[in-house]
């Protein structure tokens, strides 16, 4: 904390090794983002150099998947085999989460198609953005591969990613499939062309627990911020929940829903940008801004009705599903996937928890992963390009038996994810065609599928607000302590003190940060 201070430790349950076994993913990415910033961030603008080929020969459908270490050089352990004459090779960069579906995948493509050979390379947990950095700096990157929208950005200043629309004009047809919250993160700010297709998406909802609404007599889930607060303080008065207000300020739920869900959903009338203006300059430090309005509101319900707490600072993503799954708050904001463990056994509450909209607005914020394609590969002619792109739509886009065929072909990969890793697609189509019925029918054992396509359909892009900069995570503290995240975790725990004049000096504090970082940037945005 700043200042060497520290909040009081509070109690919390014991998490299942499985259920912890269960939430890798985004705990891998959020490693993955952390060991990023240094390898990366001080890295815009650098070249981009050359590629590494290493067209080769090996048996057909078989995947190889190699672990790399974090080296310039790129140290590769393990049996390098080379793909079957004639075929152009495409490496895939994964993080270590779902490697071995990710295996399966690639074996069926390999074996659908006899000119591409995908090849799988995992560049680990800690490692892997670090690792990816390090890859591009040798100059031999992964042909395709996994990225935030933060390091994303990065890339594309450093040149290192290319936009696909500038090759491949048709992939804009997607666009149009992708719910619209999530649009603007797949578009390079810059060039406004888009960059590569999505690897998974969801949102970060309002969520309530139904027992204890039944239990204190209340029919419905609240609609309005005042609903909220009156059902919170009913609850509490009849012993049913002593917090009923879940707030997660800790780790990357900071950003997505301590800051922006609540921002979101108290700006009525309001549809952004709500951080800055699009010069980039801070709009956020006036007590009539919507993060000024939302921080007296939690603040009030922290330090004076006492109907939610500073728990919340401490819950990384384990400790903050295991807190509503144990029934510890009745109203909780947390990622939607992360609602299939919580609402299933061994969760203590399993079978009472539902899936909202949020009061007021009913907005949230959106979370999205995608695929992009290095320049190397770009510069090494059509043909790699062509393979990349072919790749990229097995992989995120529809296809029919490995074949890119966008008119008449399925979200094949995509669909996979969501039905045997709960991984969440953001095509509009997968919620609402019939031929896709099983991805709803996948998630109705702890979600109502129509409740989730609402929510998907209110989200908001907070990675551009109103777009993306190359200091953006490194102000936000998004993946690490940063700037804003302990600035902000201070003023919660009342360190700092709760009073309107304290918000804003605050505010205007970490105002002057960014605009320090806007003003030592390379390239001001």
Not at 13 to 33: H, L, M, N, V
Not at 255 to 281: C, K, Q, R, S, T
Not at 405 to 431: A, H
Request: aromatic residues 14%; proline residues 6%.
């Amino acid at each position: 904390m700043k200042n060497g201070r520290k909040p009081k430790k509070f109690e919390s349950t014991t998490i299942p090794s499985d259920f912890q076994s269960k939430i890798t993913r985004r705990k891998a990415i959020s490693k993955a983002g952390a060991a990023a910033l240094g390898a990366v961030v001080g890295a815009v603008v650098a070249g981009s150099g050359g590629y590494l080929a290493g067209l080769s020969q090996a048996g057909p459908g078989r995947v190889e998947t190699r672990t790399v270490t974090q080296t310039v050089t790129q140290t590769v352990t393990g049996t390098v085999t080379q793909p079957p004459a004639g075929k152009i090779e495409v490496t895939w960069g994964i993080w270590s989460w779902g490697v071995e579906l990710v295996q399966d995948n690639a074996a069926k493509f390999n074996a659908w198609n006899d000119d591409i050979y995908i090849k799988v390379v995992d560049y680990g947990l800690d490692t892997f953005f670090s690792g990816i950095s390090a890859a591009y700096t040798a100059g031999n990157p992964p042909t395709i591969h996994y990225s935030t929208p933060d390091v994303t950005y990065i890339y594309q200043q450093n040149g290192w990613a290319i936009d696909m629309e500038q090759y491949f004009p048709e992939i804009r047809r997607y666009l149009d499939d992708i719910f619209p919250g999530f649009r603007s993160g797949f578009i390079n700010p810059d060039t406004k062309l888009m960059s590569g297709l999505p690897y998974y998406g969801g949102a970060q909802p309002f969520m309530y627990n139904k027992r204890h609404l039944d239990a204190a007599g209340i029919g419905q889930p609240p609609k309005t911020w005042e609903e909220l607060e009156e059902q919170a303080r009913k609850i509490k008065q009849k012993g049913i929940c002593d917090d009923p207000i879940g707030i997660w300020y800790g780790s990357w739920g900071f950003v997505e829903v301590g800051i922006y869900d609540f921002m979101l959903g108290m700006a009525e009338n309001d549809p952004g940008p709500y951080m800055w203006d699009e010069n980039l300059n801070p709009i956020f430090n006036d007590k009539g801004s919507a993060l000024f309005r939302s921080l007296k509101w939690q603040l009030r319900m922290i330090h004076k009705e006492k109907l939610a707490s500073t728990k919340g600072v401490l819950y990384d993503e384990a400790q903050a599903v295991n807190a509503f799954g144990s029934g510890a708050h009745t109203f909780f904001w947390m990622p939607d996937y992360d609602l299939a463990f919580a609402n299933t056994p061994p969760s203590k509450e399993a079978g009472n928890l539902r899936m909202g909209m949020n009061p007021g607005t009913g907005k949230v914020s959106a979370i999205y992963r995608s695929y992009l394609v290095s320049k190397a590969t770009a510069d090494k002619g059509p043909r790699y390009l062509e393979a990349a792109w072919r790749v990229m739509q097995f992989v995120g886009g529809r296809t029919r038996n490995g074949k890119p065929d966008f008119e008449n072909g399925e979200y094949f990969v995509c669909r996979r994810l969501n039905n045997e890793k709960g991984v969440g697609p953001i095509y509009i189509s997968m919620w609402e065609d019939p031929k896709y019925a099983d991805i709803r029918e996948a998630i109705k054992s702890w979600v109502d599928p129509e409740i989730k396509k609402q929510v998907l359909f209110n989200t908001y892009d907070f990675f551009n607000d109103p777009r993306m900069t190359t200091w953006w995570s490194e102000w936000w503290g998004y993946w690490q302590a940063g700037v804003a995240r302990p600035a902000i975790h201070d003023l919660i725990l009342g360190n700092v003190g709760t009073s309107d004049d304290d918000i804003l000096r605050v505010l205007n504090r970490i105002a002057d940060e960014w605009n320090k970082k806007k003003k030592e940037s390379k390239t001001g945005k």
